[in-house]
């Protein structure tokens, strides 16, 4: 069935040190790819998406790649900051089974060290 | 204005009781949607709605029961409540069928005891 892959589950870095998480998806007709955020005790919130007509989109310290011959997708933020730190969800739409639903990674816990 | 609220937040109960969520949107989305949030953060989405229709029902236990009675609220009712039911439940909306931002509710952290 569809399946989205994220990595790293955690990830720590230094303020101001850029942080990327990296996610893999099955279904090659998947053409909707969000990332959201959410907070410790708070709901996901989308921070940034991209369609499979795009291969790169950038969004002041938030960008995402997207690389569909290899299925991979990558969410990267540069200059990171405290309030950066949150737990971070890739998905991806899948189309073959002609279904209206988000399939999601895992999650990448992000901590943001001052 | 809140754009996905459910209800209630916080939902303590024993095992084998018979609880309902509620969710409601007022953005005017056709699609709704319930996810599941386990312990080790996992989204899994359990059900999805489209114009009041069943689309989507993942491999969830028949004690799961959506209703839709309208396309602004899609409640869940669960009976026979288990251990392992405890989790926090989301509800979403999307405009479409998935291929837009999904926008949640604050979640209802449910605690089976």
């Known amino acids: 069935g569809e399946n989205v892959e994220q990595h790293p589950s955690t990830l720590s870095v230094q303020e101001g040190d850029s942080a990327v998480i990296k996610c893999t998806y099955s279904?090659?007709?998947?053409?909707?790819f969000p990332w959201y955020k959410q907070e410790l005790g708070k709901r996901p919130q989308l921070i940034i998406d991209i369609r499979s007509n795009v291969g790169e989109k950038k969004d002041q310290r938030i960008a995402v790649t997207l690389n569909k011959t290899a299925k991979h997708f990558s969410l990267h933020i540069t200059e990171t900051q405290p309030e950066d730190s949150a737990v971070y969800f890739c998905a991806a739409s899948p189309r073959s089974s002609n279904t209206g639903k988000l399939i999601f990674g895992q999650g990448t816990t992000l901590q943001v060290k001052p | 204005d809140t754009a996905v609220s459910q209800t209630p937040k916080y939902l303590v109960t024993q095992m084998g009781n018979d609880k309902s969520i509620k969710c409601e949107q007022n953005l005017g989305h056709d699609t709704m949607y319930w996810y599941k949030q386990d312990s080790k953060k996992f989204l899994k989405i359990m059900f999805s709605y489209n114009n009041k229709e069943l689309i989507i029902n993942e491999t969830v236990p028949n004690r799961f029961s959506p209703k839709s009675p309208d396309k602004a609220h899609l409640n869940l009712h669960i009976n026979s409540l288990e251990l392992g039911d405890s989790a926090v439940y989301f509800c979403?909306?999307?405009?479409?069928?998935?291929?837009?931002?999904?926008?949640f509710g604050q979640g209802t952290r449910l605690t089976v005891v």
């Open positions: 979403a909306s999307s405009q479409d069928d998935g291929s837009t931002e999904a926008f």
């Open positions: 279904d090659s007709a998947s053409n909707y």
